[in-house]
């Protein structure tokens, strides 16, 4: 059984990003004085009394408006209800009770979900605010004053929300699954991507650029495995960042390649490899993420013989610090090759996660240097006494020698080729550490 999901929906400002973050216990959800910045629902795990649930927080709710980005949060927030076990409703003590909470209110009673009323920026304490009354107007029963800046009365909030789960099974936790982060410079299709995966309108989709501003998790299932999909605001030069808000985006992108088993690199295949796409496929790498290329749109592309190939060699060579990586050509818009992307996601998951014992590791050792002996340098030559693996995730591989100075940076090289030779360990990076004597552990 799937655990219980705890919906934030309210209008616009009233708090709900930072009564998440509060509720959740760490700083997921960027929280800025400005209406809309929450625009796709961002989901967390949460424990509260023993039981483990899921938290989203939603973009806020105009009941009605033109605005193209406004009427796409609000249908994200209908999702969100749609799928939720308990709603929470969040008003505002300071502005009292408005058309906007009463608009909200009642799309909620027509949900038929049980919603429990939180008044937030209830920030002082001793005497109940009389101010708190005029809430029950909104029908929904007892409002419980919270505050999400000091943390007054989230407890009352979070038992009453208990109140409303199902009993608790045993085998309630998660199993394990792959996190995989979908990243990309804006607007090259990466929520396009996940909405077809899913087969939902699971994110916003729109032609203007910066429309993800979270990073955003969902859990998927299938018959390949296990599946947690982090869609990343779009990482912008660093130049164009200006706004606050795209730096907390930024910010959120890099910590979700961080968070993330596996990294898929979205690029635009009218524009190929750009100097954007090269820093951001470098995060990953530098990360020790697996990555697979995704070449996106396609479908777009005048072909004629031989033009994938020809792409797939111009990108092997703008990301040649990469070469391990998968390039996989698709169309979020019409579905083509997207079906291979969970078996690539997969292999690359298990070749990240490889192990290999020492004994054939130096096995491969001997041979290469049989190949190509070690450097030397005025007379000295490099000795090479054994290679072990250290960990996983990237692979990580400690060779002892005589002298690190005289372990060439191409000899290096040469020897992680010859692994990659013999273990295949495709798609994902590789550290090699180097110790000589006298190193301390």
């Given at each position: 059984m799937s655990r219980p999901l705890v919906a934030i929906v309210g209008r616009p400002n009233v708090g709900k990003s930072m009564l998440f973050?509060?509720?959740?216990?760490?700083?997921?959800?960027?929280?800025?004085?400005?209406?809309?910045?929450?625009?796709?629902?961002?989901?967390?795990?949460?424990?509260?009394?023993?039981?483990?649930?899921?938290?989203v927080d939603t973009g806020g709710i105009e009941p009605s408006t033109d605005s193209e980005i406004l009427l796409f949060m609000r249908e994200q927030a209908q999702i969100a209800i749609d799928t939720a076990t308990v709603i929470i409703l969040v008003t505002d003590i300071r502005t009292g009770v408005t058309a906007a909470d009463k608009d909200v209110a009642n799309m909620l009673k027509r949900s038929h979900k049980p919603v429990v009323l939180a008044v937030n920026k209830a920030d002082s304490t001793g005497a109940e605010d009389p101010a708190l009354y005029e809430f029950y107007e909104l029908g929904l029963g007892d409002p419980i004053a919270v505050s999400a800046v000091h943390g007054h009365g989230t407890g009352d909030l979070l038992d009453e929300c208990l109140r409303y789960f199902p009993e608790a099974e045993e085998n309630e936790a998660e199993d394990d699954f792959i996190k995989v982060a979908v990243i990309g410079k804006p607007n090259v299709g990466k929520s396009s991507l996940i909405n077809h995966i899913l087969g939902e309108k699971r994110l916003i989709v729109s032609d203007m650029a910066g429309t993800t501003r979270d990073a955003v998790d969902t859990l998927f299932e299938n018959d390949k495995g296990r599946y947690m999909f982090i869609d990343t605001a779009g990482i912008r030069r660093k130049s164009k960042v200006e706004e606050r808000v795209e730096k907390f985006s930024v910010m959120r992108a890099q910590l979700a390649i961080e968070r993330a088993d596996v990294c898929l690199i979205l690029i635009d295949a009218r524009d190929g490899v750009t100097d954007q796409d090269t820093k951001i496929a470098g995060l990953a790498h530098e990360a020790g993420k697996a990555s697979i290329v995704i070449v996106n749109k396609w479908d777009l592309v005048e072909k004629e013989t031989g033009t994938l190939e020809k792409m797939r060699k111009d990108i092997m060579r703008d990301l040649s610090f990469m070469s391990y990586a998968p390039v996989l050509f698709i169309s979020a818009l019409t579905g083509q090759r997207t079906d291979r992307i969970f078996e690539l996601i997969n292999f690359v998951n298990d070749q990240t996660n490889m192990r290999i014992s020492t004994g054939m590791l130096n096995n491969v050792l001997a041979d290469a240097q049989a190949r190509v002996q070690p450097p030397t340098d005025k007379g000295r030559r490099l000795k090479i006494y054994y290679m072990t693996q250290t960990g996983i995730k990237p692979p990580c591989f400690v060779i002892f020698c005589n002298s690190r100075e005289l372990f060439h940076f191409s000899y290096q090289r040469y020897l992680e080729n010859q692994i990659r030779a013999v273990f295949g360990l495709e798609g994902t990076p590789i550290r090699i550490v180097i110790r000589q004597k006298g190193d301390k552990e």
């Open positions: 973050n509060r509720l959740v216990g760490q700083r997921l959800s960027i929280v800025e004085d400005t209406p809309g910045v929450t625009r796709d629902r961002l989901y967390a795990p949460c424990e509260w009394a023993g039981r483990t649930f899921d938290m």
